[in-house]
């Protein structure tokens, strides 16, 4: 395993990380997901990523478990703030007694004296940015919190924390969370570049969309059964990417993958890795076997041919 800074914080990150999103708390029963984790420290995975609002807590309580027979300092342990934690009014969104109380309520869950990265899960139009920044600035004070981040904010929204931050001399985020992936390269064009200048790294999710980048599933095929495509739990974001257009790219994708004998799964990290912004990725696995797959991703490097030629299958040029 290799790692990365985080941003340009001194803290660094494993290449591969594991996130609990759609699986701990609820898929995923508590001792196969504890398996998971173990396999992914094993292997050398540092960071671990949760969110108050998987399964209303359970997934946080479930990562905090798993990783309690380790010594603290051996592993990154993030969580996130934004979404609703209960039918008040003040039970959601980025002010200052939501973030307060929800950090509160995570360190009681995890079972930790500290969250190494505090995230908000999304940006809140309704809370003045100062206020969230101070907040997250407090708990950086108070040693409740190390480093902070976002996920899924614009370039805008981005800048204008670094620029707020400098003004009033507050701790900096150092990560956005963005999804990235082969067919969503939206942070491409405008938020990696201003990450870049302002000292964010980006710890991604759903690098291989949603699972249609390990090649399950087919052009002209039904979803191979006990999919999540066939999950209706779980198959609400997925209509795009299971069109044929997307199948037939990824087939396309097969020669390139065999010929570094990596499998689809791990072309599709390696291409990510690709971009020194990016900090980690986050795989979801259900499975031991699934991580140890996916590990192997870490410390490949594409050629610029290769790069070349996965552009133009995405692209749809290719024949």
Aim: contains cysteine.
């Amino acid at each position: 395993m290799e790692y990365r800074r985080l941003g340009k914080s001194g803290v660094k990150v494993s290449e591969i990380s594991l996130g609990s999103w759609l699986t701990y708390g609820g898929s995923v029963e508590a001792e196969q997901a504890e398996a998971v984790v173990d396999r992914a420290y094993e292997l050398g995975i540092n960071f671990f990523d949760t969110a108050n609002v998987y399964h209303r807590g359970a997934a946080e309580e479930i990562v905090g478990k798993a990783l309690k027979k380790y010594s603290r300092d051996s592993y990154v342990l993030a969580t996130k703030v934004f979404f609703p934690m209960g039918d008040g009014p003040n039970d959601r969104g980025l002010s200052r007694k939501h973030i307060m109380e929800q950090c509160e309520a995570s360190l009681r869950r995890m079972k930790v004296d500290y969250i190494d990265l505090y995230q908000c899960h999304r940006y809140d139009p309704n809370t003045p940015l100062e206020e969230t920044l101070r907040a997250l600035d407090d708990l950086v004070t108070q040693g409740k919190v190390l480093y902070t981040g976002v996920s899924e904010w614009s370039a805008v929204q981005l800048a204008d924390a670094a620029a707020t931050a400098r003004e009033l001399n507050l701790d900096r985020i150092v990560s956005n969370q963005p999804q990235y992936n082969m067919f969503n390269r939206n942070i491409e064009k405008e938020i990696v570049p201003v990450s870049e200048r302002e000292g964010i790294g980006q710890v991604v999710f759903s690098p291989l969309a949603q699972g249609v980048l390990t090649g399950k599933y087919k052009p002209g095929a039904p979803a191979p059964e006990g999919s999540r495509a066939t999950d209706p739990k779980s198959n609400m974001f997925m209509e795009w990417l299971l069109k044929e257009e997307q199948l037939k790219k990824v087939e396309k994708l097969k020669p390139i993958a065999e010929s570094h004998d990596l499998s689809l799964a791990q072309l599709a990290l390696v291409w990510i890795l690709r971009l020194p912004n990016i900090s980690s990725c986050i795989i979801g696995a259900s499975r031991p076997e699934q991580v140890e797959e996916n590990v192997k991703a870490s410390g490949i490097r594409l050629a610029e041919a290769d790069l070349k030629e996965i552009d133009a299958i995405l692209a749809g040029e290719s024949a």
